[in-house]
T-cell receptor, first 113, second 115 residues
């Protein structure tokens, strides 16, 4: 089955700086990679996703890159704000039909004002 | 369009009791997933259901846990004879049919505490 590893487990940045979170996956059949943001005591919220037919996707201050050869993908947040502070989870799954998501262990991002 | 609904939001049970967690998917979604999140850990897949069918239960403990998604009504995750190790947040997610089938949207979770 799929195994997803996520680094770092904690990340502190100054407000306005960029934050990068990295994930690797093991199953070459995986080709859908979502990122979720979870605030304390709240539900995970889908913030961006990427499919294997593209290498990069952007949505305002958030971008995701994918390297299928190396089996890794990354989340980039630019111009960080205090409200970006949360736990971020990457996930992977084979596309084409509804399947379970395999999640990384999470990154606690703290944006210092 | 209401999001994924879960109830109860908090559930306290004593060891040996039964816990029933309910999940109503988003309108138009026929795929339901249950995940468990232990404190300060990631989400672990438990079971995937479509209406009246269990598609994948590879993440479900073999004993005491069961899930259903009847033709009418919410999906239910049932835990019999709860133990302290069952204390966790249980999240339900749903996804639509068709090309967007992989996009999963999560409910607010049920936080189960076993005394």
């Amino acid at each position: 089955g799929e195994n997803v590893e996520q680094h770092p487990s904690t990340l502190s940045v100054q407000e306005g700086d960029s934050a990068v979170i990295k994930c690797t996956y093991s199953d070459s059949a995986s080709n859908y990679f979502p990122w979720y943001k979870q605030e304390l005591g709240k539900r995970p919220q889908l913030i961006i996703d990427i499919r294997s037919n593209v290498g990069e996707k952007k949505d305002q201050r958030i971008a995701v890159t994918l390297n299928k050869t190396a089996k890794h993908f990354s989340l980039h947040i630019t111009e960080t704000q205090p409200e970006d502070s949360a736990v971020y989870f990457c996930a992977a799954t084979p596309s084409g039909s509804a399947r379970q998501l395999t999640f990384g262990s999470g990154t606690q991002l703290t944006v210092l004002p | 369009n209401a999001g994924v609904m879960q109830n109860p939001r908090h559930l306290v049970r004593r060891r040996g009791q039964e816990a029933r967690l309910r999940c109503s998917p988003m309108k138009g979604h026929s795929h339901v997933y249950w995940y468990r999140q232990l404190p300060e850990e990631g989400l672990k897949f438990m079971v995937y259901l479509q209406k009246e069918n269990i598609i994948d239960e590879s993440g479900m403990p073999k004993e005491r846990f069961s899930a259903e998604f009847p033709k009418e009504g919410p999906s239910i995750l049932r835990i019999q004879q709860v133990v302290r190790g069952d204390s966790a947040a249980y999240f339900c997610a749903s996804s639509p049919d068709g090309g967007g089938a992989n996009e999963q949207f999560f409910g607010p979770g049920t936080r189960l505490t076993v005394l």
